[in-house]
């Protein structure tokens, strides 16, 4: 059980473009799910707080107007990375919280802008 | 406050030896702590987690050693093996209510035949 789907698992964009990233629980109910950046050889970066029916909570640093959250069902949340530029090339990943500590995660979606 | 510490940042261990990955933490009101292991090209996936009412939990070749007073944690691997050779994050969080846990640095560990 608690099974994330995350797709697609890589993606090529060019320069400009933006790029939609989902984000499903399968077989639960997610009203929180997360969203992380990370670097080769890094740790996880917390982007971003999804809750359905609400706005994301943003962490510090991290582009409201760049990367769009929505998550509109108790199932869904999507990253949508806006006029991407190489620097936004990275490994986004997602969890989806279905207990109060406990997390799932995607098998993230490997992002190269070119 | 928020931030959780972890070494080695890499690790090469021969197989069939033990495996110690460390954790330290600052924020007190943490009282959940997972460990995660990630293979390349993949998203984590919860390993074994513990809670500070307890001083150790074992699970398999994977334990937690749990030192509250000192705020800091380990990871054992019994009889490392070549398929554990991963990334292993620990972190830190809340077990109640929907929040965030906090992630250490990683450690690579490699298990050599």
């Known amino acids: 059980g608690a099974v994330v789907s995350q797709h697609p698992s890589w993606v090529i964009c060019k320069s400009g473009t933006s790029v939609k990233i989902e984000c499903r629980s399968l077989?639960?109910?997610?009203?929180?799910m997360f969203w992380y950046r990370q670097f080769p050889k890094q740790s996880l970066m917390l982007m971003a707080t999804s809750n359905e029916g609400s706005k994301a909570t943003y962490e510090q640093g991290v582009e409201k107007d760049k990367f769009l959250i929505n998550h509109a069902s108790l199932t869904l949340s999507t990253l949508t990375v806006t006029s991407a530029h190489p620097e936004d090339s990275s490994f986004y990943i997602c969890s989806a919280q279905h207990s109060p500590s406990g997390y799932t995660f995607g098998s993230g979606t490997r992002l190269t802008v070119v | 406050q928020q931030q959780v510490k972890q070494s080695p940042q890499s690790l090469i261990v021969q197989k069939g030896g033990i495996s110690i990955i460390n954790c330290a933490y600052e924020n007190t009101a943490f009282d959940y702590f997972p460990w995660y292991q990630q293979f390349p090209g993949k998203g984590p996936a919860l390993l074994i987690a513990?809670?500070?009412?307890?001083s150790e939990k074992k699970e398999g070749r994977f334990t937690i050693s749990f030192n509250k007073s000192a705020k800091q944690f380990s990871l054992h691997i019994m009889d490392s093996q070549p398929g554990d050779s991963a990334t292993y994050f620990c972190?830190?969080?809340?077990?109640?209510?929907?929040?965030?846990?906090?992630f250490g640095t990683g450690t690579k560990l490699q298990v050599i035949p």
């Open positions: 077989d639960f109910q997610a009203t929180t």
């Open positions: 972190a830190a969080g809340y077990s109640g209510g929907y929040q965030k846990v906090t």
């Open positions: 513990i809670r500070p009412d307890v």
